[in-house]
């Protein structure tokens, strides 16, 4: 039941919780390059980040990463599509994501994409980046102009930005993004997965306000958990309590009504949300049959339990209509 809550953030702000913080990053990964090395989607960066797993990874764990990994991406191409790459993106708590480098692949970058994390995570994908050839190319690549900064907790080009700040702060948060030429007039997609839910409703209603208000058309993906009042809820919860890891934001999670909610109070105009084992149905079934084919598993009502307790919720504030990208969730076959 551990696995259930990898790849999950704390922000407790004590360095026990930043410990924590470091080690669900690195579970994340690793359970991430694990599912691409036995075929669940394709990923030639993440073996530059982490190392690979000593054992195998349960089933309904690389299922579950998998409908995370797809759901978040097809939004975030649907909005891409909509802006027709004329936007910005904002990774929030990002870790050791690789989109940016995935996004180029398919010619689908953004005009800028920048990552935000704790200093301790930031500076150890920067070293990634400066002494692998793979990952530090194709940002040389995409970039274009003279300035090009790089330093241990900061890196600028003209495409892509990572940089070290507290999502507690975001005057700071601000401050630093447009020291790196974050645009307030383009249209921004920001993501963040497991990292709400770390903060105090205090702290992670104040960044999503500031998210409704400083662009002038905006959206907002948010992957975290959902149903947590029930017992499965409540079992996830002592987990992470013995990782040192609490839920300060849990209350948000109570449903997926909930968490609708908490995004309409803190200015988006639309919102929405729906568990995983919903987006997983809505998936295109030929790819969804082809890794249900990789590995048996046992536990179906285990997973369906997972992935009731986990939801992709959605917002948007703007004047092009970006909350269309909704129909990206239409059943597929």
């Not at 307030?184 to 208000?213: D, F, G």
């Not at 803190?266 to 987006?279: H, L, P, R």
Request: with cysteine; hydrophobic share 40%; glycine share 4%.
């Amino acid at each position: 039941m551990a696995a259930a809550v990898r790849g999950t953030r704390c922000f407790a702000g004590s360095e026990e919780a930043d410990e924590a913080v470091r080690g669900t990053c690195e579970d994340a990964s690793i359970c991430k390059r694990f599912a691409v090395s036995i075929g669940y989607w394709k990923d030639p960066y993440i073996q530059y980040f982490v190392r690979q797993a000593k054992e195998r990874k349960a089933p309904e764990i690389n299922r579950g990463y998998y409908a995370r990994v797809h759901g978040v991406s097809q939004l975030l191409k649907a909005f891409l599509k909509k802006t027709e790459c004329n936007c910005q993106i904002i990774n929030l708590g990002a870790g050791l994501d690789t989109m940016f480098w995935r996004l180029k692949d398919e010619n689908l970058l953004p005009k800028k994409y920048f990552e935000v994390d704790f200093p301790m995570i930031v500076a150890r994908k920067i070293y990634n980046i400066k002494s692998k050839p793979p990952l530090s190319k194709p940002i040389i690549e995409s970039h274009s102009g003279e300035s090009f900064l790089i330093d241990a907790h900061s890196l600028d080009s003209s495409r892509y930005s990572i940089l070290a700040a507290d999502l507690r702060d975001s005057s700071e948060l601000e401050e630093k993004l447009k020291k790196f030429n974050m645009d307030t007039q383009l249209p921004t997609l920001l993501i963040a997965e497991c990292v709400l839910v770390y903060m105090t409703p205090e702290q992670s209603a104040r960044l999503l306000k500031w998210a409704a208000n400083t662009f002038r058309a905006a959206m907002i993906i948010n992957y975290e958990q959902v149903n947590m009042a029930d017992r499965f809820g409540q079992i996830m919860i002592e987990n992470l309590q013995r990782r040192q890891c609490s839920l300060a934001g849990v209350e948000a999670c109570k449903s997926l009504e909930s968490q609708r909610e908490r995004l309409l109070l803190n200015g988006w105009e639309t919102a929405n949300a729906i568990d995983m084992m919903k987006v997983y149905s809505c998936l295109p079934q030929a790819d969804v049959r082809r890794i249900e084919g990789l590995e048996f598993l046992d536990e179906k009502e285990l997973l369906e339990q997972l992935m009731q307790h986990y939801c992709i919720c959605w917002a948007s504030k703007d004047s092009c209509n970006l909350g269309n990208v909704s129909l990206s969730f239409r059943m597929s076959v």
